[in-house]
């Protein structure tokens, strides 16, 4: 039997309820709205982290001595001149060491990319016995420290130039053979990933058609990888560019000097003449060795953000 607690108004239940609706998604909007301010606060202080170093640097190749460190260590220079640039590139052998690295980096990448590319591919696209304990064994290169293996690459490309002159130590080959080495764990786990996206009705078309397996990677597989490939060779020019500890070991003694790369030259401006350092010099030749990647990324940023997430997404 009802009673007239039953028959309480409808609309008050309705209006409690949107009223509640209605305050929900206003306080997910400003906790959204909130913490997107946040991060955009993070990126900002993060960016200003980063190109504040890099412009004092750049500035400072313009600078004297007596201006970068006494009169207006913050402010433009007094004139923008590339007398620095000219000591750095001849008087410093900076020129010399730009060519080597271009040189080193060129061979070791596209040896990299060639041997990481047909590895990726057989890991990820063939089935065989120990197929994932070679899979694991390249991975398993991401945790291994370099600076624990510095003992025995030196040891090893020591005793490979005594059969193998041109693989030896203070030789490019050895010095391209070492990078080649470094740079395979982190290009075989992420093209491997990358490679098993591709659908795989592609090859089998190929191989139907009459095509080989090396034909079908090479004219088929490799094009149709090209954001992946694009994205790691980035990677791995940035890297080796970049790498010091390799060379210093691998490239030393008689006849080391002349086979420096830039990294190694820069270096060796900075510790070379002592208190009577030339600063603005050594901030030129920084200059030199930071504006190529920085241009190379520039250029391909999108086909390496392209990269990054058709390999995420199958």
Known sequence: MATGLDRRPTGANVSHHTRRGSRRPKSVRQEVSFFSTLAHVALAVWAVAVIAPLLWTMLAAFKTNTEIFIDSPFSLPESFGFDAFKRAWTDANIGRYFLNSVVVVALSTTGTMVFGSMAAYVLARYRFFGNRFIYYLFVSGLAFPVFLALVPLFLIVRNIGQSIPFLGLNTFGGLILVYIAYSLPFTVFF????????????????????????????????????????????????????????????????????????????????????????????????????????????????????????????
Request: hydrophobic fraction near 55%; charge should be neutral; proline fraction near 4%.
């Open 191 to 314: 093209l491997a990933a990358f490679f098993k996206t591709l659908p795989g009705s592609v090859a089998e078309a190929a191989m139907m058609d009459g095509a080989s397996h090396t034909r079908t990677f090479f004219s088929v597989m490799l094009p149709m990888a090209k954001p992946g490939l694009i994205s790691i060779t980035i990677f791995n020019i940035i890297g080796q560019w970049n790498q010091y500890i390799l060379p210093v070991t691998l490239m030393q003694g008689d006849g080391g000097d002349d086979k420096y790369l830039l990294t190694q030259g820069i270096a060796r401006i900075s510790v070379a003449a002592g208190y009577e350092a030339d600063w603005a010099a050594l901030f030129a030749a920084l200059t030199l060795s930071i504006l190529p990647m920085i241009i190379v990324y520039a250029f391909f940023q999108r086909q390496i953000q392209a990269g990054l997430t058709a390999g995420a997404v199958k």
